[in-house]
């Protein structure tokens, strides 16, 4: 298959950036499923300015995770981060991020898979229902336990990477088995 | 909020979204290949992600001092059903926006389905043991 995806060690430079220097500016470790749900929990939140300008946390008194909020930000950074992705997602697409075409639809691999008809929104719909449940319940996704959390060793997320990288190579197994 | 402050987060998440995206991470056939071991390229990206992540926390201890990540009940068998919805779908929580700007309609399914997972998940909470406010 010909792509021009970006080369491994730019795409895990930049990433671990990412890793560092979220933390480093907003005083808060990095993790998308946490701001997702932030995003749910709108109205519950803080209000804006209260978190402002995140000083460096002291000893002994944690920041982000125990707070009210999901990630420790406010929301307008919480929505500003999220806009951001959106921002970054979309000038990759314009930027050989996205070799399948203006479609709409998924990878050809998904489509030989899973079929181009109607049940592929339920698939997708149920599986989304699992990544949003799973990652809520684990504390964490492919950014929070994935990157933020293995690259500050902490064990939970050691464990918890091994396990949804283990279960999701074996899933890709069964339905290569079983659907292809 | 001050516009400067601003770019706290708004320059991360572009960062994150452009390099999941140019990487081919929130391609389905990219990561369906990694994930059966067929292309070491997004495998090889995430552990020098990690392992340069490492470096960059001892780097910078004294600047961070974020709290420790919790190990609770739903740690393992979160991760398991994430994974599972990881593989079928061939996206997390952040390539499924990811997917959505690159005009890929369909993921908003997933994302629908992943809002309607953390709002099951905040509704059964209490039950299901994880801590409050944990991320």
């Known amino acids: 298959m010909i792509n021009n995806y970006w080369p491994w060690w730019l795409g895990g430079g930049l990433l671990a950036t990412v890793a560092i220097a979220f933390p480093l500016l907003a005083g808060a470790p990095l993790g998308v499923s946490g701001a997702l749900a932030q995003l749910l929990r709108w109205w519950k939140e803080i209000p804006d300015g209260k978190n402002e300008s995140p000083s460096r946390p002291t000893a002994g008194v944690p920041s982000g995770c125990t707070s009210t909020t999901a990630t420790g930000l406010n929301r307008t950074a919480n929505l500003l981060f999220l806009v951001g992705i959106l921002i970054g997602g979309a000038l990759a697409g314009r930027w050989g991020g996205q070799p399948w075409g203006t479609s709409g639809k998924l990878s050809p691999e998904f489509q030989r898979l899973f079929g181009n008809g109607i049940p592929v929104v339920l698939v997708l719909f149920g599986g989304g229902a699992l990544v949003g449940f799973g990652t809520r319940w684990s504390g964490g996704c492919t950014s929070g336990h994935g990157l933020s959390g293995c690259g500050r060793l902490q064990p939970p997320s050691l464990i918890a990477t091994g396990v949804f990288f283990g279960v999701a190579i074996a899933v890709s197994f069964l339905l290569e088995e079983f659907l292809s | ?135």
Not at chain 2, 39 to 45: H, I, P
Not at chain 2, 63 to 70: D, F, W
Not at chain 2, 89 to 108: D, N
Request: hydrophobic share 55%; net charge positive.
């Open chain 2, 1 to 135: 909020m001050k516009p400067l402050a601003a770019l706290r987060t708004l320059l991360p998440g572009l960062l994150l979204g452009l390099t999941v995206g140019r990487l081919g991470f929130a391609d389905y056939n990219e990561l369906h290949r990694m994930l059966l071991f067929r292309d070491g390229r997004l495998l090889l990206a995430f552990a020098t992600a990690v392992g340069l992540t490492i470096v960059l926390f001892h780097i910078f201890r004294r600047k961070l001092n974020l709290a420790p990540v919790a190990f609770h009940k739903g740690t393992i068998p979160g991760a398991a059903l994430f994974g599972v919805g990881w593989a079928v779908t061939g996206a997390c929580p952040g390539v499924a926006l990811i997917q959505l700007s690159q005009g890929i309609w369909l993921s908003l399914a997933t994302l629908t389905g992943i809002f309607v997972g953390i709002a099951l998940h905040a509704r059964f909470n209490k039950k299901l043991g994880t801590p409050a406010g944990s991320c």
